[in-house]
């Protein structure tokens, strides 16, 4: 390895997305990758050695992901399940919340047009923080497969709404900017379980008080 090798340093971001997918068995994978990033990057350049680090990230994240979901079908399952129901309630509230108290004081609202207005884009960001409240919910009970259990929710999640997407953009005038946004909860719910992940992670690796 020449000594130019040793400034340049794989892409931290994807270190840090394979960092959510190892388990602490598995922890060597990633300085067995930067190892090889540092000799490619002597041998051919940076460049390459980084687009080399981003193939290998993928196709390491896609076999920790499977191995992750074989190492625990069960609770892995569980935890989809019971993600993909309570996400169903607590996205609701928001909804329910706001409609028991337009019906309560119809009057104001009437005279207060652009503040309901308002407050109807608020609830875009609250579903969001409730999406990612469940991702965390998920990835609580999904322990060493955080990442396998909250990223399937997720796409279980999208494949529901581009069907509902599909449907209302073949029968009623569709808002692309609406329909897009609707991706964004499945996202969070990815966000949540990143941040359990990391905290967890950061907690095993923390040193022990002296």
């Not at 900017?177 to 990143?194: E, K, R």
Request: with cysteine; glycine share 10%.
């Amino acid at each position: 390895m020449t000594a130019h090798a040793q400034f340049v340093r794989p892409p931290r971001l994807a270190t840090w997305l394979v960092n959510l997918f190892v388990s602490g068995e598995e922890e060597s994978m990633v300085g067995d990758l930067c190892e090889e990033f540092w000799q490619i990057a002597s041998k051919a350049g940076a460049a390459p050695a980084r687009r080399w680090y981003w193939r290998q990230s993928g196709k390491t994240i896609a076999h920790l992901f499977c191995t992750g979901f074989r190492a625990a079908p069960g609770r892995t399952v569980a935890a989809i399940v019971g993600g993909f129901f309570v996400g169903g309630f607590v996205n609701g509230l928001p909804d329910k919340a706001l409609s028991a108290v337009t019906d309560r004081y119809l009057l104001f609202w009437s005279s207060h047009f652009q503040a309901y207005l308002w407050v109807l884009k608020g609830m875009l960001i609250e579903h969001l923080i409730l999406s990612m409240l469940v991702g965390c919910i998920v990835a609580s009970v999904a322990k060493g497969g955080e990442m396998v259990a909250t990223i399937t929710l997720a796409l279980v999640r999208c494949a529901l709404i581009g069907a509902a997407l599909l449907w209302v953009a073949t029968h009623l005038p569709s808002d692309v900017a609406w329909m897009l946004w609707s991706l964004a909860d499945p996202f969070a719910i990815v966000v949540g379980g990143a941040i359990v992940r990391t905290r967890r992670s950061a907690g095993r690796t923390r040193p022990l008080p002296i």
